[in-house]
């Protein structure tokens, strides 16, 4: 399963996002999406999972706070706004996803995993308008966070499971 992770489109997507996201298997939105109807523009791509941010509407049901999944039996939780170390080592999950920041981050903090997968518009920080990609399967868990413009590679991180 191949998994698009894209954040803060501030009600605009840039025609790459359909370029890089074609083929994907589901579009996970960490919030900032602008109008609800950009979610039936993802859904042309991929099924679309999303969460509000601090720009969304509140109360829309299609944008809760925050978003538990489980692909491929890993769970997941999603919402805005990054996550802090109290919260991480009060939760079970291992892999966190967030947006807000506008900045691409895959990192470890204690035993869980963060990331952030930029900016679709308005990147900061020097950082590229960016996306990332998360392919699941039974053997491993990969995420690969890439530049929206060109493609190339900005982070990446691959677990095994099991």
């Given at each position: 399963?191949?998994?698009?992770?894209?954040?803060?489109?501030?009600?605009?997507?840039?025609?790459?996002v359909?370029?890089r996201?074609?083929?994907?298997?589901?579009?996970?939105?960490?919030?900032?999406?602008?109008?609800?109807?950009?979610?039936?523009?993802?859904a042309?791509?991929a099924?679309?999972q999303a969460?509000?941010?601090?720009v969304?509407?509140p109360?829309?049901p299609?944008?809760?706070?925050?978003?538990?999944?489980t692909l491929?039996?890993?769970p997941?939780?999603?919402?805005?706004?990054p996550?802090?170390?109290?919260?991480?080592?009060?939760?079970?999950?291992?892999?966190?996803?967030?947006?807000?920041?506008?900045?691409?981050?895959?990192?470890?903090?204690?035993?869980?995993?963060?990331?952030?997968?930029?900016?679709?518009?308005n990147?900061?920080?020097?950082?590229?308008?960016?996306?990332?990609?998360?392919?699941?399967?039974?053997?491993a868990?990969?995420?690969?966070?890439?530049?929206?413009?060109?493609?190339?590679?900005?982070?990446?991180?691959?677990?095994?499971?099991?």
């Open positions: 399963m191949i998994v698009a992770l894209i954040s803060d489109s501030h009600g605009q997507l840039p025609p790459a359909f370029e996201l074609d083929g994907v298997d589901l579009i996970l939105h960490l919030g900032d999406l602008g109008p609800v109807g950009l979610l039936a523009d993802l042309a791509i099924p679309v969460v509000a941010g601090n969304d509407a109360g829309h299609e944008l809760p706070a925050r978003r538990r999944l491929a039996g890993l997941l939780l999603l919402r805005h706004e996550w802090d170390a109290g919260e991480l080592a009060l939760s079970p999950v291992g892999l966190y996803l967030h947006g807000h920041i506008h900045q691409p981050r895959l990192e470890r903090i204690g035993r869980a995993w963060v990331c952030c997968p930029g900016a679709v518009r990147p900061r920080g020097g950082s590229p308008a960016s996306y990332g990609l998360m392919m699941v399967d039974e053997r868990l990969r995420i690969a966070l890439h530049a929206l413009e060109d493609g190339r590679m900005l982070a990446r991180q691959a677990w095994p499971r099991g």
